[in-house]
């Protein structure tokens, strides 16, 4: 017969996956936040670049309808805070 764990030591293991998963994560989080900072690093090149070559970025931006870009949900995809 399996001998049942006792609930201290079911709770110890519990504690002990929140806190692999949190460790996971934080990791997760920075190498997004790295990730994030390489992007907004290339932006700024291909931003001066355009500067460089005369496009004004500010004055397309304020034409009608360039602000008009929807951001597109995946087909079929929730968001988080929906599935929360």
Known sequence: MAVKKSRSEEEIERVGFHKGSLA???KEREELSRMVQIV???MHMHIEELKKMGVDLAAEAAKPGATKNPVKKMKGKKDLGEML
């Open 24 to 26: 996971t994560l934080s």
């Open 40 to 42: 907004e690093q290339l």
